[in-house]
């Protein structure tokens, strides 16, 4: 849920995966690194959605790989034909290009959640970083904002049924919010958490609270900053919970039915990060019946969502199909963040947002 810090990439047994910086030489493998380079090429899969890799971003790769070869994949074929010589792995992470790259020494996703890539990469000695922090946070918050303001302000049961009539107009307008008298809790204070609450300031909420495991500083934007062990004491209390957690063995189904039945009534969960945080068929159960205000999801746990999901067409409900990191400035933040850790590999640093072993994200 924040920046890495260094000392990440730990096995449960506290013992350093070999290759990493802190490893007992890994001032002599830094200094190998700076002399001869990566020892192979660098593999540089675009990803369609969110890093295609325009004519400028590959010599901006290039220059930061230097004097090591950049090959550049635009299909899987390409991926798989340059795979068994890489030694870094840059974009489009998949598993079948994962198993035919024997000599792989630390992979970056362009995206924040890869709790899929380190169950497939398993015990293999291969570091792995995923796009997080800042680079994905303002375009979440955004999203999470109009998913929740589609719901407060009518504008879906408005698209949903358009009608210029007194009596649809009444409706609406009687079920519509203002933020002013009302509490907010972001679930995780990373990155994206960070940004959500700086946006619910904005929109004058009457408090905010975060939850955070990590030992952190709140900052201006939130009135109180709590450990999970804290969560069934807020929940409650909460008119609207905005799920910007990772997934992880922790948070799994994080929002259970038992959580869900403490929930105030009315209250709209937002989920801009993993279906696999919220126990679905719960959710369903409390939107149904009236319990929960509504729900802003852009994602589910089984993607895509059904054609016949109730979801879709539940009043109380704006699905989105996982669109929230969609941003215009997403790919040159990640190629950025790429290039940055090619120096930092080669000065045998800390790698930025590199995933921790101990705590799955």
């Given at each position: ?5 260094p ?13 990493h910086?802190?490893s007992?030489d890994?001032?002599?493998r ?7 380079g990566?020892?192979g ?5 675009a ?5 295609p890799?325009d004519?400028a ?6 220059a ?7 090959l ?8 798989l ?12 992470v ?6 035919a790259?024997?000599?792989l020494?630390w992979v ?5 959640g ?14 792995l970083v995923?796009?997080?922090g800042g ?12 998913l929740?303001l589609?719901?407060t302000?009518g504008?879906?049961?408005s ?10 107009r ?6 519509q919010?203002e933020f002013t008298?009302?509490?907010?809790l ?8 960070r940004a959500?609450?700086r946006?619910?300031r904005g929109f004058?909420?009457a ?9 952190v500083e ?6 109180e900053l709590?450990?999970p ?14 799920l910007t957690?990772p997934?992880?063995?922790?948070t ?10 403490t929930?105030k009534?009315?209250?709209?969960v ?10 679905e068929?719960a ?8 319990r929960l ?7 589910v746990?089984?993607?895509p969502?059904?054609?016949?999901d ?5 009043p109380?409900v704006?699905v989105?199909p996982?669109i929230a990191?969609?941003s215009?400035?997403r790919a040159?933040r990640?190629?950025?963040q ?8 080669r ?9 921790d072993l101990?705590?799955?994200?």
């Amino acid at each position: 849920m924040s920046a890495t810090q260094p000392g990440r990439g730990r096995r449960p047994d506290g013992a350093v995966r070999a290759g990493h910086g802190g490893s007992p030489d890994g001032a002599a493998r830094a200094g190998d690194r700076a002399r001869s380079g990566f020892g192979g090429p660098v593999l540089a899969a675009a990803h369609e959605l969110i890093a295609p890799l325009d004519d400028a971003q590959i010599a901006q790769i290039r220059a930061a790989a230097a004097p090591d070869e950049v090959l550049v994949a635009r299909d899987r074929a390409e991926q798989l034909r340059y795979a068994p010589d890489a030694v870094v792995l840059f974009g489009d992470v998949q598993p079948e290009v994962l198993d035919a790259a024997p000599k792989l020494r630390w992979v970056q996703s362009v995206g924040a959640g890869v709790d899929r890539i380190a169950r497939h990469l398993g015990d293999r000695d291969v570091r792995l970083v995923s796009a997080k922090g800042g680079i994905v946070g303002a375009h979440l918050a955004e999203h999470a904002f109009a998913l929740l303001l589609a719901l407060t302000r009518g504008i879906a049961a408005s698209l949903r049924e358009p009608a210029w009539t007194d009596p649809h107009r009444i409706e609406i307008r009687a079920r519509q919010w203002e933020f002013t008298d009302r509490t907010m809790l972001v679930v995780g204070y990373g990155g994206a958490g960070r940004a959500v609450a700086r946006r619910a300031r904005g929109f004058e909420f009457a408090r905010i609270v975060a939850v955070e495991p990590e030992s952190v500083e709140p900052g201006p934007d939130v009135d109180e900053l709590i450990a999970p062990d804290r969560l069934d004491e807020v929940l409650p209390t909460a008119d609207v919970v905005v799920l910007t957690v990772p997934l992880t063995p922790a948070t799994r189904q994080l929002l259970d039915a038992r959580r869900i039945a403490t929930m105030k009534p009315g209250a709209i969960v937002v989920n801009v990060s993993r279906g696999g945080l919220i126990d679905e068929a719960a959710l369903r159960d409390a939107l149904v019946d009236g319990r929960l205000g509504g729900a802003g999801l852009d994602v589910v746990v089984d993607e895509p969502l059904a054609a016949d999901d109730p979801l879709w067409h539940l009043p109380n409900v704006v699905v989105t199909p996982h669109i929230a990191g969609g941003s215009p400035r997403r790919a040159e933040r990640v190629v950025d963040q790429f290039c940055a850790n090619l120096h930092h590999w080669r000065a045998g640093e800390p790698l930025l947002g590199e995933y921790d072993l101990t705590k799955g994200y």
